[in-house]
């Protein structure tokens, strides 16, 4: 049983690192200027929940 939670951590674990360059590739702050308001201004047509 010991083995058995080694090694699922260890799986775990390298799920996770391998997924923080994901995390770090998309950044707010090189797509948008967060001091500059965007405004959109159109008609509703549909909304579907």
């Given at each position: 049983m010991r083995f058995r939670f080694?090694?699922?951590?260890i799986g775990v674990t390298g799920l996770f690192l391998a997924a923080l360059p994901a995390l770090a590739h998309h950044s707010f702050a090189a797509e948008y200027d967060a001091n500059k308001p965007v405004i959109v201004k159109g008609v509703i047509a549909k909304v579907d929940l």
């Open positions: 080694g090694a699922e951590l």
